[in-house]
């Protein structure tokens, strides 16, 4: 652990300008994960910028009845907030599927989707990691990969987004508000994280300075229906070897529209659109669901390692995406 | 046969005595002993398997504020004793695992003592490193004995003639994987050098264990080191031998006279420094016949030690004494890889060493259509089937029978992937277990009276386990007053010398040295003592373990629930029921069951330390990564035990109960899990991915 400048900023605004100027700073929100970090010597920033305080903390309504969620809002609020448990399931559902009560006590809405991947080799600064080190080699490959991606993988990196709420936002099309040196700007959520390419040390499109102050929830009727389910290695506490959130609106045995997206497989939260496409008009069926899993993950490629890779997550994702779209238009059924 | 004491205090489910000091948070555990001004230690691991450090540039950790020195072997003090390599902390440039020890930092404080650690640049000459364990290695020998004593091989008839000729066979190889002891507590030691005397305040499961061991590797009399250990924040086995960690604190305390020093474990490093417990590949042959008789029963065991340093696990052990076959062999290999060093982790030998055989067993009623309940009745031994001595009691048959009432076990339907419940397959499952009862040979209590009360002292340790507790109860039944006039006071080599708290032998040694005790003080003074009388007494040897083999038994019932959608695994039940002679407190019982149990569960769902074969490393060495149960894996868990009066084991009647919880869970939840979906998983852990391709 090394010796860090702390600061406590009056506004956003100079926060922004204090991170923007300084190559080794960082924002620090609930500090659920850098702060590991730091310990860990992952991240050694020279100077760490405080903005619990800067951003909103409210839930407020949106004129089309969406909702926008401050950066601020603590995670455990924002799963706890009726409008959110009656108007997006899926959000609430996956906050508390994630870490424990006493995390989601201090992570916040900005926070929670900027965490960084859990791969055991980014964490440990004794292993090559093209992530933290850009150029130095993924030491992932080829080594303990259960938990790693299975789409969008480069030779360069392999490591998953460990997020659950992020999962929720990009079925919900949450759209960011971000505040930057050179002002405001929005970014569609499923734009907000990247695959790792030949950049792996990036996690989304935000630039150096870039502080996410809001993430807006559109209407979003279907959502009324939705679920988020995480399938782990143990009932609780465990990051998702996958999940999938939906929303789905089926009518007469029949699906009118899908929203889905994928934790646990890939760098980003994995929107299915494909999935979503095949989905569309389909009868009500396993089969139907299978087939549109099969489209999603044709072009899946699983990891070879020496604690037995992670083919085993093509099957897993298509009998939990099975499994949480029939329960959802069973609630149709009896709705 | 030792005339067993008239329970009062013993049989009572009292309160633990240091309860509330731990509820409110003022015991003192190791790292947070108040010494003034003390100094920080902070390890250097190295980073490759093998090989030998060629340079440690300690420049930059040297020219921060605050760093008071680094010591790499070159500077490190000479040690009196290098024979145990784990040991021989600085004592060389040789790399004999990842994560061995290169190098330390001292500072001012914690936080100058991390950073300055960090910038410790250390460079190796790096060679070949071989990590892979594999039942097929053509380096495989034979040990000259397992843990602790036991021979490496047994045979007896002809297994192979029992296999061919037997009209029912199981064959099958069955796996556990390397696992850690994670007590929340990590490795800690508060040291001091003043005046040629060493004390060290050390998280350990003996404090005289300790104190010997640093005695030989520094060269010091006794009077010359007093360790310290009130509490425990667990300890499994890993604090039951000091480790680098220990040695390292004690020399850098050395390194600077008169300033105390603390090393803490990160968790991180626990998992290279702390021991664990081997990787098991356990081949299993069971011959019987129709009616379920076995007339053979071997295991060939494979597993691994550290290249510097060899730990032999007994996991063929358990099978020598569990079943009666005509035919029998247990065999032990060894791989000495460039990995950190195993020991000791809660129930050596008989927790994995339970696994194969009581999954074998489960397979081999599968193929004959019987209860496996009832085929371990079948084939439960009249005597010891590897000494032929009876046994002091072996209530195996009640634990089953008591499990199979309270568990609803009659009816049961046998075959397997049967029952589909609310979209998840439902199954349930049986096996047995077992842990020897273990006397130390030594172990020394004092009584004295004092103001009106009876103290005792006895360096022992608690755990968490309820020593506190227990002893106050076997002292008051043994001076035949109130328990509550008592002290026991335990943890400190300023009392009388005692046993290490591991083999499940604490209460069976240091009880029986306190019941010694007290027969010499009464013997002195009789029943109306003065003030400052005293007496001490010592465990003997039990002349009944000459004639009589002493184990307590048990069995665990469970059932499983596997999603027929996504295979994940839950245990909504495991019932253990045990003999163990008399429990000594109910209340405190229950939690060591309870608690093995638990281990147990985690044992068969959860835990593997992932070592990767290309750097020699742990590399899930954390709590995120290496799971053990959370809440919510833990549902409806039961312990019961069934009376047993055991006059041969001691004065209390009880046996040991702080490994047997653990004993068998691993296997009981593995053959529901069969039971449930019919997929038979023979490699722990029983995850998801092992029982998803059912369906």
């Known amino acids: ?16 300008l204090a991170v923007a100027e300084r190559p080794d700073a960082a924002f620090l929100a609930g500090g659920t994960n850098l702060v590991d970090h730091l310990r860990l010597g992952v991240a050694t920033p020279g100077l760490l910028v405080d903005v619990t305080a800067l951003t909103s903390a409210e839930i407020e309504d949106l004129p089309d009845g969406g909702l926008r969620l401050g950066a601020a809002v603590r995670n455990s609020d924002l799963a706890a907030d ?25 992570a916040t809405t900005g926070g929670n989707p900027l965490q960084r991947t859990r791969c055991v080799y980014f964490q440990d600064v004794t292993t090559p990691c093209n992530k933290r080190e850009p150029g130095s080699g993924c030491a992932a490959i080829g080594g303990a990969t259960r938990n790693h991606a299975i789409l969008g993988t480069s ?4 490591a998953t987004h460990p997020s659950d709420m992020a999962v929720a936002l990009a079925a919900l099309d949450a759209q960011v508000h971000v505040l930057g040196p050179d002002g405001e700007r929005t970014v569609p959520f499923t734009d907000l994280h990247t695959l790792p390419g030949d ?46 959130a939906a929303c789905l609106d089926v009518a007469g045995g029949r699906i009118r529209d899908a929203r889905l997206a994928f934790g646990g497989v890939a760098h980003k939260p994995w929107r299915a659109h494909r999935a979503e496409e095949a989905l569309r008009g389909a009868p009500a069926t396993d089969e139907s669901y299978r087939a549109a899993a099969g489209v999603e993950l044709a072009d899946a490629r699983p990891q070879e390692g020496f604690d037995g890779g992670n083919a085993f997550k093509i099957p897993l994702l298509t009998g939990t995406l099975v499994s949480t779209l029939r329960a959802l238009a069973g609630e149709e059924t009896r709705a | 046969m030792t005339a067993t004491l008239e329970p009062r205090a013993i049989g009572r489910g009292l309160a633990r005595r240091d309860g509330g000091a731990k509820v409110r948070g003022v015991a003192i555990y190791a790292d947070e002993t108040p010494v003034p001004d003390p100094l920080f230690c902070r390890i250097v691991q190295a980073t490759v398997a093998r090989g030998r450090v060629s340079d440690v540039d300690t420049a930059g950790a040297t020219a921060l504020d605050g760093v008071v020195g680094v010591m790499t072997s070159t500077e490190a003090e000479r040690l009196a004793s290098t024979d145990d390599a784990e040991l021989a902390v600085l004592q060389g440039t040789e790399v004999g695992f990842r994560g061995q020890i290169v190098a330390a930092v001292l500072a001012e404080t914690d936080e100058v003592a991390r950073e300055a650690a960090d910038l410790v640049r250390v460079t190796y000459a790096e060679e070949q490193a071989d990590a892979r364990l594999s039942a097929d290695r053509g380096d495989l020998y034979t040990p000259e004995s397992v843990n602790p004593t036991y021979p490496p091989d047994t045979h007896e008839g002809d297994v192979a003639a029992a296999m061919a000729e037997a009209p029912v066979t199981v064959e099958q190889t069955y796996t556990t994987p390397m696992h850690h002891n994670n007590p929340m507590e990590p490795h800690a030691t508060t040291a001091l050098w003043e005046d040629g005397h060493l004390t060290l305040w050390d998280s350990t499961q003996g404090v005289h264990p300790v104190r010997q061991t640093v005695t030989q590797i520094f060269g010091l009399e006794p009077e010359q080191v007093r360790v310290v250990c009130p509490y425990v924040g667990g300890g499994f086995g890993s604090k039951g031998n000091p480790h680098a960690n220990v040695i390292m604190a004690a020399m850098a305390a050395r390194a600077v006279p008169g300033r105390p020093v603390r090393l803490a474990l990160t968790r991180q490093q626990m998992f290279s420094l702390a021991g664990y417990r081997t990787p098991t590949i356990q081949r299993m042959q069971l011959a019987a016949e129709r009616d379920g008789t076995l007339r053979g029963i071997a295991i060939d065991v494979v597993e691994q030690t550290s290249r510097i340093k060899e730990f032999a696990e007994q996991t063929g052990v358990p099978t020598r004494n569990m079943y009666a076959a005509p035919n029998r062999r247990t065999t032990h290999r060894l791989a000495a890889l460039d990995v950190p060093v195993p020991s000791w982790m809660r129930a050596p030998g008989e927790c994995p060493g339970m696994f194969g055989p009581e999954v074998a067993m489960d397979e081999l009623a599968a193929e004959l259509g019987l209860d496996p309940v009832e085929l371990r009745i079948r084939n439960e031994p009249e005597v010891d089937p590897e000494t032929g001595k009876p046994f002091s009691s072996r209530n195996l048959v009640a634990c089953l029978r008591e499990g199979a009432a309270r568990f609803g076990w009659a009816g049961r339907d046998h075959r397997p992937g049967m029952r589909l419940e609310d979209g998840w397959w439902v199954g349930t499952g049986v096996a047995a277990s077992v842990y ?55 943890g400190d080599t300023d009392h009388p010398e005692a046993s290490v708290a591991g083999g499940s032998s604490g209460t069976t040694t240091w009880g029986s040295a306190l019941v010694e005790a007290v027969r010499e003080f009464r013997d002195k003074y009789g029943e109306d003592p003065h003030d400052g009388d005293a007496a001490s007494g010592s465990v003997n040897p039990n002349a009944a373990e000459e004639d009589y083999v002493m184990s307590a038994f048990g069995a665990q019932f469970a059932e499983v629930r596997v999603h027929a959608d996504t295979g994940e695994v839950r245990v909504p039940r495991l019932y253990g029921v045990f003999a163990a002679g008399r429990i000594v407190n109910p209340r405190l019982a229950r939690s060591q069951f309870l608690g093995g149990m638990t281990m147990g569960l985690g044992m068969a769902l959860h835990e593997q330390s992932l070592l990767d074969p290309r750097t020699g490393h742990v590399v899930n060495h954390d709590l995120a990564e290496y799971h053990v149960p959370a809440n919510a894996d833990v549902d409806d868990l039961q312990a019961h035990w069934v009376d047993e009066d055991d006059p041969y084991v001691n004065a209390m009647g009880s046996k040991g109960i702080g490994e047997i919880g653990i004993v068998g869970t691993a296997a009981a939840v593995a053959n529901a899990a069969w039971h449930a979906t019919g997929v038979r998983v023979r490699d722990l852990p029983v995850t998801l991915d092992r029982v998803l391709p059912a369906r």
Not at chain 1, 155 to 158: A, D, P, T, V
Not at chain 2, 470 to 487: F, G, S, T, W
């Open chain 1, 1 to 16: 652990m090394r010796p860090f400048a702390y600061a406590t900023p009056p506004d956003a605004r100079e926060a922004v």
């Open chain 1, 199 to 244: 950049t792996p040390e990036r996690d989304t499109v935000l630039g150096h300075g870039e502080l996410i102050t809001a993430i807006d929830v559109p209407a979003a009727p279907i959502a009324a229906r939705s679920r988020y389910r995480k399938v782990r290695d143990r009932a609780s506490y465990a990051f998702a070897l996958v999940s999938v």
């Open chain 1, 155 to 158: 030779g360069r990196c392999i």
């Open chain 2, 436 to 490: 020897p009862t273990m006397r130390m040979p030594k172990s020394t209590a004092t009584v004295t009276y004092d103001g009106g009360r009876y103290v005792a002292r006895i360096g022992a340790a608690d755990l968490g386990t309820g020593t506190w507790t227990v002893l106050p109860q076997i002292a008051a039944d043994a001076l035949d007053v109130p328990v509550e006039d008592v002290d026991v006071l335990i």
């Open chain 1, 82 to 106: 009726p409008r959110v448990r009656g108007r997006y399931p899926v959000l609430a559902e996956a906050l508390l599927a994630g870490a424990s009560g006493q995390l989601r006590n201090m």
